[in-house]
């Protein structure tokens, strides 16, 4: 059995280059696209780590669209792949409806770590002093801290 791949990814379909609007791009203005794709999928994963960034689900700087040159830029624009929000940042279009949106790798992520105390220290009556939730646990004095093998003590 294989390990799961934990890098980061972006969604594309198979039919990508049969997509029209995709087809009337050159090879430039294609390879500017999947790059926009992936700096916005970045962005996302950046701002879910802490980084402070208005440019997230989709929304791009005007000089990272520029990358590959004015024109190529002009033939993302011109298909409706791309728009011009201010002199300074772009969006790429149905970004959120394809790629999975910051607030979703939020919620995932909360949701997962909530699932990994439980099984971890709940369930295995260990109290972890650096874990935020068997903090949270021990201010609301939850049944679980007062089992009998629990092992590490909570703060008095």
């Known amino acids: 059995m294989t390990e799961k791949d934990e890098r980061p990814f972006i969604k594309i379909t198979l039919d990508y280059l049969d997509n029209p609007k995709i ?16 700096r916005a999928a970045k962005n996302n994963l950046a701002a879910h780590k802490g980084t402070k960034s208005p440019l997230i689900d989709g929304k ?13 830029l002009k033939e993302l624009i011109d298909q409706g792949l791309l728009r011009k929000l201010s002199p300074t940042t772009y969006e790429l279009h149905d970004y959120v409806k394809h ?4 607030g979703i790798i939020q ?4 949701s997962g770590a909530i699932g990994g105390h439980t099984k971890n220290h709940k369930n295995r009556h260990k109290f972890v002093d650096t ?9 609301n004095n939850e049944e679980w801290l007062k089992h009998p093998e629990l092992t590490a003590t909570p703060p008095k």
């Open 23 to 38: 087809d009337a791009l050159s090879d430039a203005g294609i390879v500017l696209h999947l790059s926009l794709m992936l």
């Open 60 to 72: 791009l700087s005007a000089r990272s669209c520029e990358t590959r040159g004015k024109p190529v």
């Open 99 to 102: 790629q999975t949106a910051l």
């Open 107 to 110: 919620k995932r992520s909360a």
């Open 131 to 139: 874990c935020e939730h068997c903090q949270t646990a021990f201010e």
